[in-house]
């Protein structure tokens, strides 16, 4: 198939893994970003393809598991506000919040309505003009855009009863802090795809000028992740790190213009709570005053305060996600993976999502790994 | 007469009587529906099979079928799957009041040429007719009895080290038709339902190899889910090569634009067969016979290693775990 099976190719992932296996001479250790090189990396068996030189850990870059406990608590509080429709991104439905979920929370009677995209949700708001539809607008520069373009469109249809929760979140400004922290040493960062698309190549050129990291782009094909391991082993060795794009057909230096001026229009950077790292300047987009009326943390504010009667954010007993989500630790090193947290009764986010770290080293664990579950 | 379902319709009065004569027995008619009696009466004698299933399926109508049709398939191939010959179904109705009478007639119908295919006779029934919005549209319940021929013993505990595992076709056409229809997604090739009665299938299969370890149609939590419960049930590991399970590449792109994995994507009109070695080649061939086994394929086989885990061979060479679905199927954000 075009486009697919030449980048599920087996002999060129075999020649592309020696190739690896060649270059590489030293114990390296990558961050894939995003959740969804993640799940890639582990459902085609990628980890065993590579040699054992290579580590790989999992990242902060999973929209639904970095969202803030109390952010969550937020949406709760929302759909319980009278007259409110919540309408959200499935995988947000059953993570746990302080004391409840969105699942949980519609099952007891509140209108939560899963959809597949913010238009859907600005739909929705234009068939029930006498409900407040508020969209949770979680994720990265990958979905800002689009958000921005409904709220774009709800201006321009006179949609005034649609807004947006802005949970969003912006990526090279944690990669940023997760260096600061120097809790877990980089040798190389798999840079998501998707974001890349968006906002280009150069905004990851501070990551090797001012922390030596090298940083590749990847396509989410197997064969995307290998040649983009095999680049990053290439700049490691070498000791010359930079930004590299493996995933061509895909991004660009300068990203793109339509949607990054879509971003701005609507939105203005500020900082974010990110689960398990916490608040980092910067990394946050929120709605700018213009549009400030599609706000719903700004229009239901009065309201909220009064429905979340300061109940304390609280955090699952025990669950690593903060730790895995900053690479500190793997899923396997969480004492409740597999055990108390499976994807039937998840405990945190990074079980959850289908773009978890856990959810993809359960689902897709080795044979030889899936003796420790 | 109406052309919309109203409470009247299920109240047992003259409009239920309606109902009955015009679009149920004109469809559905035979002999012992025909009596209207309260209960169907039929002799039978041997082992014989019961099941029962409801069908709550969103949008009712879908590319490849309706619900109509899916609740005879579904029930004639739960009796086919434990080896039995489908005989009789019972067919019973929820309608939300304002449902429209030709789209009722047309699912009837669609329950008529599904029930003819499979050979089988919908011998009782029943209407029920609830408020608007306490029902969404139409559900279907279906109950089917099969008998079973003497020397088959079908059970998904029945899995041994060495079996086979062949596939009858194609995964993952009827979620990816439902899913394109419900969210308004539109493809260049139409992914239609693969919704279809599988009895015939079985019978020939059987004939061909009588001794079948296991039979099982891989519908909700797909082909995955289905390898998970014969691992689970008979305490045997399975292993399967990811390049062997045959995809149709539109609902391979679709998979890949949702997010989904195809091996979790559910089927109406697949099963999998766990079968002796010596019996592979010549069940493979049964089913390449007919027109619902052609794309049939050998995907892998039963191990004595992990028991209770499925184990897929990537298109790339390792290995990795495939578990069952857990939750809903949904498609990825970003």
């Known amino acids: 198939m075009k486009f697919l099976d030449e980048y599920q190719n087996s002999e060129l992932a075999t020649k592309l893994a020696h190739r690896i296996a060649n270059h590489s001479t030293k114990p390296i250790r990558l961050m894939e970003f995003c959740g969804g090189h993640t799940h890639a990396i582990m459902r085609h068996g990628i980890r065993q393809l590579v040699p054992a030189t290579v580590e790989m850990r999992a990242g902060p870059g999973c929209p639904v598991c970095v969202t803030a406990t109390t952010d969550l608590d937020k949406a709760i509080a929302l759909a319980w506000l009278p007259n409110v429709t919540i309408t959200t991104f499935g995988d947000m439905m059953r993570v746990p919040g302080s004391y409840s979920s969105l699942q949980r929370t519609k099952a007891e009677g509140a209108d939560v309505r899963v959809v597949y995209s913010t238009i859907d949700a600005m739909e929705i708001a234009r068939e029930n003009p006498k409900k407040s539809v508020i969209f949770i607008g979680i994720g990265f520069e990958t979905t800002a855009p689009t958000i921005a373009a409904s709220i774009i469109k709800a201006q321009q249809g006179g949609i005034e009863n649609f807004h947006v929760l802005s949970c969003l979140k912006l990526t090279p400004p944690v990669m940023k802090a997760l260096l600061d922290s120097g809790e877990v040493k980089l040798d190389g960062i798999i840079c998501p795809g998707h974001v890349s698309v968006i906002i280009g190549s150069r905004p990851y050129e501070f990551i090797p000028a001012d922390y030596g990291v090298a940083c590749v782009i990847s396509g989410f094909e197997p064969i995307d992740i290998l040649l983009c391991v095999g680049k990053l082993v290439e700049q490691i060795e070498a000791g010359q790190p930079k930004v590299e794009i493996a995933y061509r057909r895909g991004v660009k230096p300068q990203g793109n213009r339509k949607a990054l001026e879509l971003m701005g229009e609507v939105f203005q950077i500020d900082g974010a709570n990110w689960r398990g790292i916490g608040i980092v300047p910067q990394s946050g987009l929120k709605i700018n005053q213009k549009y400030e009326h599609f706000d719903a943390a700004k229009v239901f504010s009065g309201l909220l305060r009064c429905a979340r009667n300061d109940k304390p954010v609280r955090e699952p007993k025990g669950c690593r996600c903060g730790d895995i989500l900053r690479g500190v630790a793997t899923p396997f090193e969480c004492h409740l993976f597999g055990k108390v947290c499976t994807p039937e009764k998840p405990v945190g986010p990074c079980m959850v999502s289908s773009e978890g770290a856990c959810a993809a080293y359960y689902q897709y664990g080795s044979p030889e790994s899936s003796g420790k579950i | ?334």
Do not use: W
Request: aromatic residues 4%; charged residues 20%; glycine residues 10%.
């Open chain 2, 1 to 334: 007469m109406s052309d919309v379902i109203l409470l009247a319709h299920g109240s047992g009065g003259k409009l239920s009587h309606d109902l009955v004569k015009k679009t149920f027995l004109p469809s559905l008619a035979n002999t012992m529906l025909n009596k209207l009696d309260d209960s169907a009466i039929f002799e039978a004698s041997g082992r014989l099979a019961f099941t029962t299933d409801s069908y709550v399926v969103n949008p009712i109508f879908f590319p490849g079928g309706d619900i109509g049709r899916l609740a005879v398939c579904g029930t004639v191939n739960d009796l086919s799957m434990s080896g039995a010959k489908p005989l009789y179904l019972s067919l019973s109705l929820i309608v939300e009041e304002g449902f429209s009478l030709s789209e009722l007639d047309h699912i009837v119908k669609s329950v008529k040429a599904a029930a003819a295919e499979a050979g089988v006779n919908i011998i009782t029934g029943d209407t029920k007719v609830v408020n608007h919005g306490q029902a969404d549209k139409l559900f279907i319940n279906t109950s089917g009895i099969g008998i079973i021929s003497p020397g088959v013993d079908i059970s998904g505990a029945n899995a041994k080290v060495g079996d086979k595992v062949i596939l009858s076709g194609t995964i993952g056409d009827h979620g990816i038709a439902i899913m394109s229809q419900r969210e308004g997604l539109k493809f260049s090739v139409p992914i239609e339902s693969d919704c279809a009665p599988l009895n015939k299938l079985v019978s020939q299969i059987l004939k061909a190899s009588p001794r079948i370890h296991c039979f099982r149609d891989p519908t909700r939590g797909g082909l995955a889910t289905t390898l998970n419960e014969f691992a689970a049930q008979s305490n045997v590991g399975i292993v399967v090569e990811e390049d062997k399970i045959p995809v149709k590449e539109s609902v391979k792109a679709a998979c890949e634009l949702l997010g989904f994995d195809p091996v979790y994507v559910a089927n109406e009109g697949k099963l999998v067969a766990i079968v002796e070695p010596n019996d592979a080649d010549k069940v493979l061939a049964k089913m390449k016979q007919n027109s619902y086994g052609r794309n049939a394929a050998l995907i892998g086989e039963v191990s004595d290693a992990h028991p209770g885990k499925v184990v897929m061979k990537t298109k790339l060479g390792p290995s990795r775990i495939v578990d069952m679905l857990s939750g809903e199927l949904l498609p990825r954000i970003c």
